[in-house]
């Protein structure tokens, strides 16, 4: 049964529930992190750090220290001596806080887009090398806009197939799913560990197992999943990943994103964009192009490094808090939240799975009115986001996020639809 036909459960009053939320934060373990962001002037309930988190509340010191000590401290000398290595140090510390990934095999560049493309195209290249006569990718025919428009493109470039694979609205893909639609023609298959919509955990080891038995590659967008449930992708055996870094991350907008290749690939890793910084040795002008080893070949050009300053500082806070304490507070928001909704907007739809172990950090609730009732509630500070064609997103930003904030911005969104 789909979450959207499940029965809702029998509920506390909207008064009751009210009530409630003052109490879950106080025994919130992790309720003295929400202090620990900017507060915003007329915010009185985000509901949409699943898009852009918020400003962690050392950032702008610490980009002020950064001006003045590294940037104009060491002016031209802080590539040498700080900021050549930033982008796999950085990577390190997401891929030990949040990704269950050893050292060396995480960096930190460019946008998920580019990236995207990097590894699909890698991955084409790999397997072409192995094997031919593969002739296949696979992705969700409602996958992220910017992953389908990738694969398409390279699909088109290289005279390949795009096998699309249908998912009910309210899930995403399933180990039965990707059995059903990979087999020897495979490359690669592309999918999201949480989606964009529907915020549908994939069983990722599952799913993993199934595309590489029939010897294609996966590659995981985890830009909804980072930062807000636990992955374990060394475990998990998987291939390659991806993710932004300015949802649960906190990078701010434009924050560079983070590609994860597991160390098997790296002998075979061939960045379709072999820019300077990604080679051996980047001063020393050479001629042809000889990759740096291993992960941090996949840089091209000159890393954000001004950007990765604000990312640091909620990567700190992640290692602070522990994604385990993370992912039992998502779990507490979403379960509340989806409680007030039942309440208080009877006839949504609730989108998203209602079993907290196959969902992130978000629900998406759908309901006729809901884009203009999200314009309503944005000139009112209460910011969830509209998802076509009658989604409201709810975002629950674990570290952030206050169960009495959540109870504000859903009995206002429930005033709005109606
Ligand atoms: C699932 C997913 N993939 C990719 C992207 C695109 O990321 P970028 O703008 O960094 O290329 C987004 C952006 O929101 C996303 O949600």
């Known amino acids: 049964m789909s979450s959207a036909d499940s029965p809702a459960p029998r509920h506390a009053n909207p008064a009751e529930l009210r009530a409630r939320a003052a109490s879950l934060d106080d025994a919130d373990a992790l309720a003295a992190y929400t202090a620990h ?23 702008p010191a610490a980009l002020d220290d950064f001006v003045r000590t590294e940037w104009s401290g060491r002016l031209i000398r802080g590539w040498d001596e700080l900021w050549l290595t930033r982008p796999a140090e950085l990577g390190d510390r997401i891929g030990a806080a949040c990704l269950g990934a050893a050292s060396g095999q995480t960096i930190v560049a460019d946008s998920t887009s580019v990236l995207i493309f990097k590894l699909l195209r890698a991955a084409i290249a790999a397997q072409h090398a192995a094997d031919p006569d593969r002739d296949e990718l696979v992705m969700l025919s409602d996958e992220f806009p910017t992953d389908r428009f990738i694969l398409e493109r390279l699909a088109d470039d290289h005279g390949l197939t795009v096998r699309w694979v249908d998912a009910p609205l309210d899930a995403g893909i399933t180990p039965e799913l990707a059995a059903a639609s990979v ?9 999201s560990g949480v989606a964009y919509r529907s915020s549908w955990w994939a069983d990722m080891p599952a799913v993993t197992a199934v595309v590489q038995a029939a010897g294609a590659l996966v590659i995981w967008d985890c830009s909804h999943a980072v930062g807000s ?119 949504a739809v609730v989108s998203t799975p209602r079993d907290p172990a196959r969902r992130g950090s978000h ?48 009995r206002a969104l429930a005033e709005a639809l109606a």
């Open 363 to 410: 629900l998406t609730i759908d309901h006729p009115n809901s884009a203009l009732a999200v314009e309503r509630l944005w000139a009112q500070g209460v910011i969830p986001d509209f998802r076509h064609p009658s989604g409201v997103r709810i975002g629950l930003s674990p570290l952030s996020t206050s169960f009495v904030e959540v109870e504000r911005g859903i």
């Open 229 to 347: 449930v636990p992955l374990e992708l060394d475990a998990w055996g998987v291939d390659y990943a991806v993710g932004c870094s300015y949802k649960y991350l906190n990078g701010g907008p434009g924050a560079p994103a983070w590609a994860y290749v597991a160390a098997r690939h790296h002998e075979t890793l061939r960045n379709p964009i072999p820019g300077w910084l990604g080679a051996a040795a980047p001063f020393s002008m050479t001629e042809g192009y000889s990759p740096a080893p291993g992960v941090a070949s996949l840089v091209s050009g000159t890393p954000p490094i001004l950007n990765m300053v604000a990312l640091e500082q909620m990567v700190r806070q992640i290692e602070k808090a522990g994604i385990a304490a993370i992912r039992e507070k998502s779990i507490a928001l979403t379960s509340y939240a989806i409680e007030l909704v039942d309440v208080l907007i009877p006839a």
């Open 37 to 59: 962001f900017v507060p915003g002037d007329d915010l009185a309930a985000y509901l949409d750090g699943n898009s852009l988190g918020r400003p962690v509340a050392s950032v």
């Open 183 to 191: 087999g020897p023609r495979t490359i690669a298959a592309l999918f």
